[in-house]
């Protein structure tokens, strides 16, 4: 539909036509233009406020306190840290 409206628009203003589709291409990029400057510039603004940094050190506490004597291999301690997540299984009778 675009394109026959192009071609009526051609044939009827002629010559001028492509003084006047010139003009429409460089008015919708500007106005684009100065759209996304001022997105551009938002995010920029928005970049400086957002400076602060994340502390992302957390302290991580173990999932194992042994409060007991007995002391557990590494092995042991970590099937233990894995919590009841973990499926121990059982071994085949035969």
């Known amino acids: 539909m675009l394109y026959k409206t192009h071609l009526q628009a051609a044939s009827e203003w002629g010559q001028t036509w492509d003084l006047i ?3 429409i291409h460089k008015t919708v990029n500007r106005e684009s233009e100065k759209k996304y400057g001022l997105l551009v510039n938002k995010i920029a603004r928005l970049k400086e406020t957002q400076v602060e940094k994340i502390d992302n050190t957390y302290k991580f506490y173990p999932r194992v306190v042994n409060e007991t004597n007995i002391t557990f291999t590494n092995g042991e301690l970590t099937l233990l840290s894995k919590g009841l997540k973990c ?3 059982r071994k085949p009778k035969h």
């Open 87 to 89: 499926n121990l299984g």
């Open 21 to 23: 589709r010139d003009n």
